[in-house]
């Protein structure tokens, strides 16, 4: 008998599954709840691939010997509860193509600037000449691609969920960019099961992998005094020197030093296609993972010079009478949010708002002080934003579409002003996902 393999949910990652078990010779079935897409749908059938939509069938999917689950389905889902009744083992897309590839694993996980630090990674080893794939939270599915191709290295930008999907799965190179409070209704609201979810990323690790993190985040700096990681540490950091392996910056400077090289990596921040403070955390983590796998230093040099950003993070758009409008819809917690307000060197109307996940508006308060001088909130119930801002920013007005938004900012705004969207909050009250926000936003200052 066949292993019979059921997934749950159709998106990119459970097709990919769907598409790799079946070339590996198990009995398939997928099942979403919601609707599958056409492209999706096509995919299956194409594959001669069982599948149901609009409902999960029980019968047919607890005799699974294996569920892998889409990263959006929570574990308290009542369907995961009785699978795990059965002891029915249940994993991520991760996990189960990682059984099937000997590539090279550079894994990228943190509350932010996750993205945009794979796409840069991703961008110095094509550079380099090097056969890799990019997936995870990003590009295609990497099951598929393990079905499909045969790259020697994949970069893999990791959600907490994904992680948690995770068992016998090991990084080769595994990067932790920062931790702050994001998804705690998956993590019981307990900040700490939420930081032990993203350091999952190095377990099954040994001295002989590397683990890149960041030296300036006091959350996992606690977190290392108590748990011990066995691979290479090697940290980067922008307030500290870091003596033998890692990357520093100190007066303006990026050193960046593996191997105890004599002749360090070293480039000016005015050098660095990614401005903002967050994005030297980035391209520091982007370039140690690259010298890991000795890659040269001047392709490094190059690419930290050459790339260009993710659509919808801090993604310039236009310039209008003199008025720059900047789209980061991505921004959908408030540590994204304060990374978006830190880097703005220009008065700034910022467009806030959309489906609050439980925001603490305060850690915003002082940058607001001292960047912001209006704000226009998108979304359906703005009343915590107006209360948290309401004595600290003179003109707060309310838009309910992105159109909206942009005429009511382009009206506030002067020449020399930025327009920043950047949303701290999920899109779903008004918008499909943030990329739809993004893009209505784009569309409306084009249409100035």
């Given at each position: 008998?066949?292993?019979?393999?059921?997934?749950?949910?159709?998106?990119?990652?459970?097709?990919?599954?769907?598409?790799?078990?079946?070339?590996?010779?198990?009995?398939?079935?997928?099942?979403?709840?919601?609707?599958?897409?056409?492209?999706?749908?096509?995919?299956?059938?194409?594959?001669?691939?069982?599948?149901?939509?609009?409902?999960?069938?029980e019968?047919?999917?607890?005799?699974?010997?294996?569920?892998?689950k889409?990263?959006?389905?929570?574990?308290?889902a009542?369907?995961i509860?009785?699978?795990?009744?059965k002891?029915?083992?249940?994993?991520?897309?991760?996990?189960?193509?990682?059984?099937?590839?000997?590539?090279?694993?550079?894994?990228?996980?943190?509350?932010?600037?996750?993205?945009?630090?794979?796409l840069?990674?991703?961008?110095?080893f094509?550079?380099?000449?090097?056969?890799?794939?990019l997936?995870?939270?990003?590009?295609?599915s990497?099951?598929y691609?393990?079905?499909?191709?045969?790259?020697?290295?994949?970069?893999?930008?990791?959600?907490?969920?994904?992680l948690?999907g995770?068992?016998?799965?090991?990084?080769d190179?595994?990067?932790?960019?920062?931790?702050?409070?994001d998804h705690?209704?998956?993590?019981?609201?307990k900040?700490e099961?939420?930081?032990?979810?993203?350091?999952?990323?190095a377990?099954?690790q040994t001295?002989?992998?590397?683990?890149?993190?960041?030296?300036?985040?006091?959350?996992?700096?606690?977190?290392?005094?108590?748990?011990?990681?066995?691979?290479?540490?090697?940290?980067?950091?922008?307030?500290?020197?870091?003596?033998?392996?890692g990357?520093?910056?100190?007066n303006?400077?990026?050193?960046?030093?593996?191997?105890?090289n004599p002749?360090?990596?070293?480039?000016?921040?005015?050098?660095?296609?990614?401005?903002g403070?967050?994005?030297?955390?980035?391209?520091?983590?982007?370039?140690?993972?690259?010298s890991?796998v000795?890659?040269?230093?001047?392709?490094?040099?190059?690419?930290?010079?050459?790339?260009?950003?993710?659509?919808?993070?801090?993604?310039?758009?236009?310039?209008?009478?003199?008025?720059?409008?900047?789209?980061?819809?991505?921004?959908?917690?408030?540590?994204?949010?304060?990374?978006?307000?830190?880097?703005?060197?220009?008065?700034?109307?910022?467009?806030?708002?959309?489906?609050?996940?439980g925001?603490?508006?305060?850690?915003?308060?002082?940058?607001?002080?001292?960047?912001?001088?209006?704000?226009?909130?998108?979304?359906?119930?703005?009343k915590?934003?107006i209360?948290?801002?309401?004595?600290?920013?003179?003109?707060i007005?309310?838009?309910?579409s992105?159109?909206?938004?942009?005429?009511?900012?382009y009206?506030?705004?002067?020449?020399?002003?930025?327009?920043?969207l950047?949303?701290?909050?999920?899109?779903?009250?008004?918008f499909?996902?943030?990329?739809?926000?993004?893009?209505?936003f784009k569309?409306a200052?084009?249409?100035?």
């Amino acid at each position: 008998m066949n292993k019979r393999i059921v997934i749950l949910g159709s998106g990119e990652s459970g097709v990919g599954s769907a598409i790799l078990a079946q070339s590996k010779g198990f009995a398939v079935f997928v099942s979403d709840k919601g609707l599958i897409q056409e492209k999706y749908k096509t995919e299956l059938k194409n594959n001669n691939i069982a599948f149901e939509e609009g409902k999960h069938t029980e019968e047919l999917i607890l005799n699974a010997d294996e569920i892998i689950k889409s990263p959006g389905i929570p574990d308290k889902a009542e369907l995961i509860i009785k699978a795990k009744e059965k002891n029915i083992p249940i994993i991520s897309e991760i996990e189960f193509a990682g059984r099937y590839t000997n590539a090279k694993m550079i894994c990228i996980t943190g509350s932010n600037g996750k993205t945009t630090t794979t796409l840069l990674t991703y961008h110095i080893f094509k550079k380099a000449g090097l056969n890799v794939g990019l997936g995870g939270n990003v590009g295609k599915s990497f099951a598929y691609q393990v079905a499909t191709q045969n790259f020697d290295y994949y970069i893999l930008e990791l959600s907490s969920f994904q992680l948690d999907g995770m068992y016998d799965f090991k990084a080769d190179v595994a990067i932790l960019l920062n931790i702050t409070p994001d998804h705690l209704d998956r993590y019981e609201y307990k900040f700490e099961n939420y930081v032990a979810s993203k350091f999952r990323i190095a377990q099954n690790q040994t001295e002989k992998d590397a683990f890149v993190y960041c030296a300036d985040d006091e959350v996992m700096e606690e977190f290392m005094k108590h748990n011990s990681i066995q691979a290479e540490k090697l940290p980067f950091s922008i307030k500290k020197t870091v003596e033998g392996n890692g990357a520093f910056l100190q007066n303006n400077e990026i050193t960046l030093n593996y191997n105890n090289n004599p002749k360090p990596l070293i480039m000016t921040l005015e050098q660095l296609a990614l401005a903002g403070k967050h994005n030297v955390y980035n391209s520091m983590a982007a370039s140690m993972a690259a010298s890991i796998v000795n890659i040269r230093k001047d392709i490094i040099r190059e690419s930290l010079e050459d790339f260009v950003n993710v659509e919808h993070r801090l993604e310039f758009v236009a310039t209008v009478n003199g008025i720059e409008f900047i789209n980061d819809s991505k921004a959908t917690n408030i540590n994204s949010a304060w990374y978006a307000l830190e880097s703005m060197d220009k008065p700034t109307v910022w467009i806030v708002g959309g489906q609050d996940k439980g925001n603490n508006y305060e850690e915003l308060a002082e940058l607001v002080n001292e960047k912001v001088k209006a704000i226009v909130c998108l979304g359906v119930d703005n009343k915590k934003i107006i209360k948290a801002f309401k004595n600290s920013v003179e003109i707060i007005m309310e838009a309910s579409s992105a159109a909206e938004a942009v005429a009511m900012s382009y009206k506030l705004a002067t020449k020399g002003d930025a327009v920043l969207l950047s949303p701290a909050c999920a899109s779903f009250d008004l918008f499909k996902n943030y990329e739809d926000r993004g893009v209505q936003f784009k569309s409306a200052v084009r249409g100035l």
